[in-house]
């Protein structure tokens, strides 16, 4: 007979964002033209000096085993990194290297929790926090974010978490936000900081999105006093320096928990690639006009589909305030056509056009609080992006279609209007 699988492992769900990219890539196959703005991927080339390193890394063989924690390299670089960016006092022993950032949550829950322990998580949220909270046995506690307060967190919820959850541990912070492009302001976070400090909380402060504030600027509950003890900081050069497939990142936290990080990955994935580690400090020396000559690139792209979003009747999208992703309120498109804001996104890729699909993510891809949105990545040219709005109005206005499709898919059919 088949050997059972774990409790955990039957209920995990991976990241809904692969799942359409499947479906995009299947109906490429099949001749549709699809516009893919489902994925969170630079359409940018990785940064010239990182590439540069990386080549001459595998010349001169640097492609054997190296400390768990990270080359030293690369962890002075990522330090004087937080320090000019950010102001984040840090020095190499601050730094732990690990395969992205996305590693860093489950390391964050690994260290920090115990089952039973409740945990705040903004929602709507990456997908991959609760699967990583749960492997401990601990308690996902959810906050919504809302769009009437520009997605930031609300320090209320905090206080209700604090004072009524039987255990609470930790905090799960994301800014800038991925799905919504919320920004945390200065003011959350010194406030947060003030509830936090001196009690036994940890924070995941998750900033792979940095270098993408368009409005303002990019701050970390590290930059506040006293947070070193009780915060983790992690950043990835998916991102800004469009290195998504060399698979490296950083933490950034107090020295104690930079070495216990550094042990959870000596137990599980030995260690980072040196030469991807080489490539990421060259970027983080060299690179930074490349990086931000992307940046303003990346915001041309935000702009533009902001604008022509919000020229379409029945939907409302913030001024992009950060990352390069858009969260449209798009429910009363939804109750028109009856149909769940997951399923608008399936109809707009699989059925509202023969020819063209536009492939994005419904916004309960990101939790329930996502519910009425969808999310549109601007990883693709700006002709691209520029076709897409022209589709999606007459993809809306085909009732017929989106009728047809839901006899077909039931399951997406909308059984309570969405608050508009």
Known sequence: MPITYSQFARGVR????????AVAKRLKAQGKEIIELEIGDSPFPSTASAKAAGLAAIRDDVSHYCPSIGINELREAAAAYVQTEHGIQATAANVVVGPGAKVFELLFCEAFLNPGDGVLVFSPHFPTYLPNIARRGARAW???????????????????????????????????????????????????????????????????????????????????????????????????????????????????????????????????????????????????????????????????????????????????????????????ICNRLKITSHGLAMYLLEAADDDLGVACLGGESFGEAGAGFLRFSCAEPDERLEQALAFLPAAFSREERAAKFLADRPQYRLQRSYPV
């Open 142 to 332: 959810l906050a919504d974010l809302k769009q009437s307060h520009d997605f930031r967190p609300d320090l209320a919820d905090v206080e209700h978490f604090l004072n009524q959850d039987p255990h609470p541990k930790a905090i799960f912070l994301n800014s800038p936000h991925n799905p919504t492009g919320g920004v945390a302001a200065e003011e959350d976070l010194a406030r947060l900081a003030d509830l936090l400090r001196g009690r036994d909380i940890a924070v995941f402060s998750d900033e792979p999105y940095d270098q993408m504030v368009w409005r303002g600027r990019h701050h970390s509950i590290l930059a506040q006093p006293g947070m070193f003890e009780q915060a983790v900081a992690a950043y990835t050069f998916s991102k800004s320096y469009s290195m998504s497939g060399w698979r490296v990142g950083f933490a950034v936290s107090s020295p104690a928990t930079t070495e216990l990080f550094g042990t959870l990955l000596n137990t599980s994935l030995s260690c980072v690639a040196p030469l991807a580690q080489l490539a990421a400090a060259a970027a983080l020396k060299s690179d930074r006009e490349e990086r931000d000559r992307t940046m303003r690139l990346f915001y041309r792209k935000v702009d533009l589909m902001a604008a022509g979003l919000n020229r379409i009747e029945g939907l409302r999208c913030l001024e992009p305030s950060a990352t390069f992703y858009l969260f449209p309120n798009v429910a009363p």
């Open 14 to 21: 991976v990241e809904t964002a692969f799942n359409v990219l």
